[in-house]
């Protein structure tokens, strides 16, 4: 759709989302906007090059989303992964504590989520307190929020994690060529719980483990002789769910 001015300027500063070029509507493209003049375009498949238009040349020739219906797809998949991840704990045992992290979540409304991370993204005015521009959400989410020693609310970093990602980040775990009879391993394992682990080599080196007794289980991805990669929990046998990059 076309966007005017107001709906282009409702858009986060330096966020990447999709737009089209007008005359091409079937070719994908992202653009963030840099300050309140002027948008980048980027070039299809790069991370750095493009165009830097005006916000008027950005209007004329591009189509986007609305920031609200963005927001909405992602919420809506969002809240929907974080079911899905509540659920595949529920049934393999595993991460009890953060079980409670996904649930509690879970009663959040998408709106709220969103206002609360605002309020911790952006800062705070000279004028107001972290309680003051948190006391609307206090009350109905005591678990978000932690007290300092000097009694001021601050919002818990097991949630801010969270709530900042644009998805939740669930994939599912891959062995390579014997990716099938590794995962029957992993879940007879974790359903008798026995300690369980195992490497193996695709386009990364890849690590599992199980810790019966923590009821806990990781599963890695690094690049290939290198100590750096990207770092899960693991669900069930099948699903992982992204932590960091290293």
Known sequence: MKLTLEELRKFPLMQKFKCVLSEYPSEQLKFAREDEDTVFVFSKGSKTRGWRKSNDIFLKYYEADSYETVKEKENKKFY????????????????????????NLLNVSPEDKDSIYAIWRDGLKPDRTPSEAYKPFVEKYPFLFNKDKDGVYQLNYEYVDLISRKEL????????TFNKDEKIEIKCAIADKRPYSTRAYTSYDVTFSYDAAKAKAWYSEEYRGCGNGHYYIALDENTALFIEND
Do not use: I, R
């Open 80 to 103: 929907a992964d974080l079911k899905k991840a509540s659920d595949k704990l529920q049934k393999s045992g595993l991460w009890g504590d953060f079980k409670v992290v996904l649930d």
């Open 169 to 176: 980040g669930l994939k599912s775990m891959y062995f390579g």
